[in-house]
């Protein structure tokens, strides 16, 4: 239990265009999401937070405007890269926190996104 | 944004060894879990300790965790080519934040 799907898995786009990564709770409701970026060879760092049905927080440094999320349901959070260019190439992975479903862990992740911008 | 730390940074060992993993962090936690991450792919979980236990096992896996000292250790026995990956603590904070160590890159040579 406590899956989330996260798609596409990887995309190649044009500079200027946008991309939409969306991140699904299969089996549960997921009131809180993370969005995380993973630069080569380092660690992942935090993003954003989203809670349903409520504006994102935003970590430091984060562009709110470059990055959109949107969790509109209990089920899905989308985080879009709006006019990307190729520095905004990256991997991208999103968590959801399981607290209330039954879960130990606290949180699942997904499976990222590679995003590549040419 | 937090994050622990995690040492070595890199670590290089010949097949059949054992790789040793640090993680350390600052604040109070729920549980700890070790995730494996191969190069341009997502991240496979592990194994997790709570707050109250001190040592879990699983397979080759062996994984310590003192509170006290807040810190956490990955033990990889009898290493193979396939364990080739980074590595990376996982905390779940008293407070409902996820806090990502540093990571380590290990090679297994052949």
């Known amino acids: 239990g406590a899956v989330v799907s996260q798609h596409p898995s990887w995309v190649i786009c044009k500079s200027g265009t946008s991309v939409k990564i969306e991140c699904r709770s299969l089996?549960?409701?997921?009131?809180?999401m993370f969005w995380y970026r993973q630069f080569p060879k380092q660690s992942l760092m935090l993003m954003a937070t989203?809670?349903?049905?409520?504006?994102?927080?935003?970590e430091q440094g984060v562009e709110k405007d470059k990055f959109l999320i949107n969790h509109a349901s209990l089920t899905l959070s989308t985080l879009t890269v709006t006019s990307a260019h190729p520095e905004d190439s990256s991997f991208y992975i999103c968590?959801?926190?399981?607290?209330?479903?039954?879960?130990?862990?606290?949180?699942?992740f997904g499976s990222g996104t590679r995003l590549t911008v040419v | 944004s937090q994050q622990g730390e995690e040492d070595p940074q890199a670590l290089s060992i010949q097949e059949g060894e054992n790789a040793t993993m640090n993680c350390s962090y600052k604040?109070?936690?729920?549980?700890l879990q070790w995730y494996r991450q191969n190069s341009g792919r997502g991240l496979v979980h592990l194994i997790l300790?709570?707050?109250?236990?001190r040592e879990k096992h699983s397979g080759r896996l062996r994984v310590t965790l003192d509170t006290s000292k807040k810190s956490s250790s990955l033990l990889i026995t009898a290493s193979r080519a396939a364990d080739t990956a980074s590595y990376f603590c996982?905390?779940?904070?008293?407070?409902?934040?996820?806090?990502f160590g540093s990571g380590t890159r290990l090679s297994i040579r052949p």
């Open positions: 300790i709570r707050s109250n236990e």
């Open positions: 989203s809670n349903e049905g409520s504006k994102a927080t935003y």
């Open positions: 996982v905390m779940y904070s008293s407070a409902s934040k996820i806090i």
């Open positions: 089996d549960f409701q997921a009131t809180t």
């Open positions: 604040t109070s936690i729920n549980n």
């Open positions: 968590s959801a926190s399981v607290l209330g479903t039954g879960s130990n862990y606290g949180y699942t």
